[in-house]
């Protein structure tokens, strides 16, 4: 990833302070062993352009496949802060799942606008899940669940003091019924299991076609705390008007971060020159490959990143 990443401008300096960027997060809003921050990103494929947009509150509902003490409240994350946003590998990775998730045929949750084929409204979250005497960190609380977006790309940026256990992603059928815990789960529905260990290990998921869950974090010493830090990018279609989010969905640019992340001329030759990727099914499951071309030096022109 991080040879991957340096074709869309991540350098070595900002790769070692992503390590950094979950150091201080303030509070998640209703989870007690979280703490974290969120920023909203358009993606506009049309222009090759990915701007941030206005902050808004965030809301997941039941009928997204996501059941949880919190479904259907607006949440009120704190904002992402310049530590991420200026990371040059933090842009790498949106610019990443921006090329990964272009063109790829997806069944598509209901609600959405397909008309604008091109646009996509993710949002990026940075999180710490912490497990102490006090509490059990839940990488997903909500058990077997889907995120409510086309596709979700979690990335692993540390732990501390987990067991190997710990933090296991299992991939579900859709059959799987929603709000499951780990030990309640059907293993003839579970189509994967899969754990991020090293840094920057990422997953993708196409989020309407497969259901997921998360293990609890146990402290290795259990007389000291556990912590797990993560990115996750969300990203699906504008919301319609019956939509729980849509009035939660501006692409209107944020007024204090607006800036084109990328041109059109440098994304394009980028993504002509540095990756290609195919998309194939084993055993029932889709699989993304990759090849890479090293591109010296890197087609960024000044200005963009
Ligand atoms: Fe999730």
């Known amino acids: 990833m991080v040879e991957l990443l340096s074709a869309f401008g991540s350098t070595p300096e900002s790769v070692e302070a992503l390590k950094r960027v979950t150091e201080g997060l303030p509070p998640d809003p209703t989870l007690n062993f979280r703490k974290a921050r969120n920023g909203r990103y358009c993606l506009d494929l049309d222009s090759r352009e ?11 509902s039941v009928e997204e496949d996501f059941v949880r003490h919190d479904s259907g409240k607006l949440r009120h994350f704190a904002e992402i802060n310049n530590q991420t946003q200026y990371n ?7 610019i990443f799942k921006a090329l990964l998730v272009e063109g790829t045929e997806i069944l598509h949750r209901p609600g959405l606008d397909l008309r604008h084929e091109q646009v996509r409204s993710p949002r990026s979250f940075t999180t710490r899940t912490t497990t102490s005497k006090e ?3 839940e990488p997903a609380l909500e058990g077997v669940h889907g995120d409510g977006v086309d596709h979700t790309m979690t990335v692993f940026l540390g732990a501390k003091n987990m067991t190997e256990e710990s933090a296991v992603t299992r991939i579900h059928d859709m059959r799987e019924v929603n709000a499951k815990q780990w030990y309640e789960i059907d293993p003839n529905l579970m189509i994967d299991r899969m754990q991020h260990t090293n840094f920057l290990d990422t997953i993708l998921i196409v989020d309407h076609e497969r259901k997921h869950s998360v293990s609890t974090i146990e402290a290795r010493d259990p007389e000291q705390s556990a912590r797990r830090d993560m990115m996750v990018f969300f990203t ?7 939509h729980v989010s849509f009035e939660y969905d501006s692409v209107v640019p944020h007024t204090s971060w607006r800036w084109p992340l990328i041109c059109r001329t440098c994304v394009s ?30 087609l960024i022109k000044s200005g963009c990143l």
């Open 50 to 60: 990915i701007h941030r947009t206005e902050f808004q509150p965030f809301v997941l």
């Open 88 to 94: 040059p590998t933090f842009r790498a990775l949106l």
């Open 269 to 298: 030759e980028r993504a002509v020159s540095t990756l290609s990727f195919g998309v194939y099914e084993v055993n029932g499951a889709r699989v993304v490959s990759t090849q890479f071309r090293r591109v010296t030096p890197p």
């Open 236 to 242: 699906r279609k504008v919301a319609l008007p019956d």
């Open 135 to 137: 509490m059990k960190g």
